[in-house]
Structures are given as structure tokens and as C-alpha cells.
């Protein structure tokens, strides 16, 4: 499976505007930030878990310059005494904007890829090890909070293997054959959406595409975007549209702003494949009514067949138009395009 075609640059924007709204909000009533407050900084508990999560590894890194090979720190008394030091600082976390802005830009980054795509996310911490530590996982793991069945399952796999460590690579084939496996779909991310979009708007577009965060866009609101394409309801029409703006784009050179670019060439081979675990959760709540089996014949029928125009057919046999006119729906076709290059 490959990862999904996440909008890093655009997150990345979303995420510092979203850490200066909230931070600008609440250090404007206090200079420092406290422990308690951190735990209810924003609408997202995912977000906050973040950031708690970056705070402990800082706390570590500090508690590990306190070592020095000229004094036994494995005697009971200093063991004690050094856990009682922590345990009195992590009851007095006093941080203010400067060094806490950037902890929660990070954290923002983190909890959508969690939210929207987790196998980035799980991916990215993978990253992060060569041998993979389970341990560290673990210890990871207590910090999230939405699609926690997804890292329960990847955890059960790692302590099915043999030895102590397990190199970064087969790593991430055991991440590929947990996500193939699952059958529990991920969390439903309308309500992270609208959480989110009360303090500054978040769209697909911004976490899969390449929509600017700019002011006009990041205003708060609850209301579901429009499309911007409803000229035309007739689904032919606007196939052929939608293909000849990408062959366009594309014979310019030009970078495309969908879901439907894959990160090795201009085409998508096989849908069963290249769709994320969330863009199948998505599509099938948003174009088949959240018809698991469905989706599944759609997409193995779309997988079979030959040529554009029997798959045209059989999209408007299947989806009514107006569900392919919503953003989703335009996303969903804009990546059987590709298909059909």
C-alpha cells in the first residue's frame, strides 16, 4: 500500500495558523501556560495529547543530562530522590509562547495526519526508528487518542515477532499487512472537521491538496464547502472536462492540486491498491452511503474495465450526480481519471 498524496506544505500552513489563532487567544490572558491548561488548550483532545506527548519527550532528554558516569544513579536513594525532582516539575510545566507555539504547530500537523490518513501518520513514526522499539511504541501509544485500534493492532503484530528488534523496513511491511487486514474503519473525520473549522477552517483540499490557508479561507465556519465545479450535471461532460484540465496541466508541467497524483508517474494502476484506508472510509460514507460492499464492487469493477467510457457508464448508473458534484465525489473522480489517462 502506498502512503496517500497528503498535502504536507498545505498542513503545514494550516497548522502554524491554527497554533497563532489558539496561542494568540489564550497568552493574551496569560503569560505562562500550565500543565492543567495544556490538557484543554484546544476543541481537539488529539491535539492536546500531542502536545503533552512532545513535552514528556523534552522531559526525558532533560532527566538523561542529569546522568554523569562519576555517581551511581542506580542506588535506590538517588532513584528515588530523581523521581521525586521530575514528578515536582512535571506538576509546575510553566511555558510560555514563544517555546510553546511551535510544540502546538507540531501537534496540529500530527493529529490530522492521524485523523485524515493515519498510515502516514504511522509511517512517520516508524521513521523515527531503526530497529523499531516496541517500547517506545507503547509508550507512544498512551498519547493517542483517535484510531487507537490501528496502533493496537500493528503492537499485537510486533510482539508476534521473534527477537528483540525488528529493523525499520520489516517494519513497515508489518505496518502494510495490518492495513490490509484491518477491517474496522478509521474514525469518522467530519467531527475533527468542524472542531477544527471553529477556529480556523480546515478543508480536504488544504489536507490533500494544495489550497492556500489564507484569511479569507481561514475563517471560522461550520458550513459544508461548495463546489466549485456545477456548471455542467451532466457526468460525461464533466469527465471529459476534468480529464482534459489534467492533461493540460500535466503536459505544461505544472504540479496537480488532487488526490489523484501518485507519487510514481501520472497514473493510478490499480484503485484497490492505491486508495488510503481513510479515502476508502471516505468514499464509501460519502458516494455509497456508506455501503461497504458497494464500494467494493464499484471499485473492483472500475479495477476490470478497459477503456473510459464503460466506466463513465457505469459511475452514472451507480452514483447519483449530485453526490459525485460534492467535494468528495470530485476527488473520487478526478483519482479514476488517472486511471484512464
Not at 15 to 31: C, G, I, L, Q, Y
Not at 315 to 330: A, S
Request: hydrophobic letters at 35%.
Amino acid at each position: 500500500m502506498a502512503e496517500s498524496n497528503i498535502n504536507h506544505e498545505g498542513i503545514e500552513a494550516y497548522a502554524s495558523n491554527f497554533a497563532s489563532k489558539v496561542s494568540e487567544d489564550f497568552f493574551r490572558k496569560s503569560p505562562k501556560i500550565n500543565g492543567k491548561d495544556i490538557l484543554e488548550f484546544t476543541p481537539i483532545a488529539q491535539v492536546n495529547a500531542f502536545i503533552l506527548k512532545m513535552l514528556l519527550s523534552e522531559w526525558k532528554k532533560e532527566f538523561s543530562k542529569l546522568k554523569s558516569p562519576y555517581f551511581d544513579y542506580e542506588d535506590a536513594e538517588v532513584n528515588q530522590a530523581l523521581k521525586t525532582f521530575m514528578n515536582v516539575l512535571s506538576k509546575n510545566i510553566a511555558i510560555s509562547r514563544a517555546d510553546f507555539e511551535p510544540l502546538v504547530r507540531q501537534a496540529v500537523q500530527d493529529a490530522i495526519l492521524i485523523i485524515y490518513s493515519p498510515y502516514d501518520y504511522y509511517c512517520k513514526e516508524i521513521r523515527k526508528q531503526d530497529p523499531i522499539d516496541l517500547a517506545a511504541l507503547e509508550e507512544a501509544n498512551k498519547y493517542i487518542k483517535v484510531n487507537k485500534h490501528l496502533m493496537a493492532a500493528y503492537l499485537n503484530k510486533l510482539k508476534e515477532k521473534p527477537g528483540k528488534e525488528l529493523p525499520s523496513e520489516d517494519g513497515f511491511k508489518l505496518l502494510n499487512e495490518v492495513f490490509e487486514e484491518i477491517q474496522e474503519d478509521p474514525e469518522d473525520f467530519e467531527p475533527f472537521t468542524k472542531a477544527f473549522s471553529e477556529i480556523s477552517r480546515l478543508t480536504l483540499e488544504v489536507i490533500y491538496g494544495q489550497e492556500k490557508q489564507d484569511e479569507s479561507s481561514a475563517q471560522p465556519t461550520t458550513e459544508k464547502p461548495t463546489s466549485t465545479a456545477t456548471e455542467s450535471t451532466a457526468l460525461n461532460d464533466r469527465f471529459a472536462k476534468k480529464a482534459t484540465t489534467l492533461n493540460e496541466t500535466l503536459s505544461k508541467g505544472e504540479k496537480q492540486a488532487s488526490l489523484a497524483d501518485v507519487h510514481e508517474g501520472h497514473t493510478v494502476a490499480n484503485l484497490k491498491s492505491y486508495l488510503s484506508l481513510n479515502q476508502k472510509f471516505m468514499f464509501t460514507k460519502q458516494i455509497f452511503g456508506g455501503n461497504r460492499e458497494a464500494f467494493d464492487a464499484a471499485i473492483t469493477f472500475l479495477d476490470e474495465c478497459q477503456n473510459r467510457k464503460d466506466a463513465v457508464a457505469y459511475i452514472k448508473k451507480t452514483c447519483k450526480v449530485e453526490v459525485l458534484e460534492t467535494e468528495e465525489g470530485l476527488e473520487f473522480l478526478s483519482i479514476v481519471d488517472k486511471k484512464y489517462p
